[in-house]
């Protein structure tokens, strides 16, 4: 098992940046990647951005690339999500998640095994 706390989410207006954190805990060693991901109403859930294990390989999807950036701190089991250059379409709820196998595809939702509540993110125009 896997416990996930995001915090972070606020409103914004477009330019403007937050940094999501997400605070994970429990079976951590079987963690292969750290994911974010995103639904906004009436949408699937999208995979933002993702990490692995080491932090050495990213992985972003085409809409954020180039203004979100993904990073993990390890000793303190954390991974945060920075964004810039918001626009009114980032707006949505936000997800951290644990992808436990190495198989898959790193942003795909379905992928993932364990997941946090969600803290939400709007961006004004």
């Known amino acids: 098992q896997v416990q996930l706390v995001e915090f972070g989410g606020d409103s914004v207006q477009a330019g403007g940046s937050l940094r999501l954190s997400c605070k994970y805990s429990?079976?951590?060693?079987?963690?292969?990647?750290m994911g974010w991901f995103r639904q906004a109403p009436g949408q699937e859930r999208e995979g933002v951005a993702s990490?692995?294990?080491?932090?050495?390989?990213?992985l972003y999807a085409d809409s954020v690339k180039g203004r979100f950036t993904i990073s993990q701190d390890s000793a303190k089991n954390m991974v945060y999500l920075q964004m810039n250059s918001l626009k009114p379409d980032d707006t949505a709820m936000y997800y951290c998640?644990?992808?436990?196998?190495?198989?898959?595809?790193?942003?795909?939702?379905?992928?993932?095994?364990?997941w946090g509540q969600g803290t939400q993110v709007t961006v004004s125009s």
């Open positions: 429990g079976d951590t060693y079987s963690t292969k990647y």
């Open positions: 998640a644990a992808k436990l196998g190495d198989g898959g595809q790193p942003l795909a939702p379905n992928d993932y095994d364990y």
């Open positions: 990490v692995d294990s080491r932090g050495a390989a990213t």
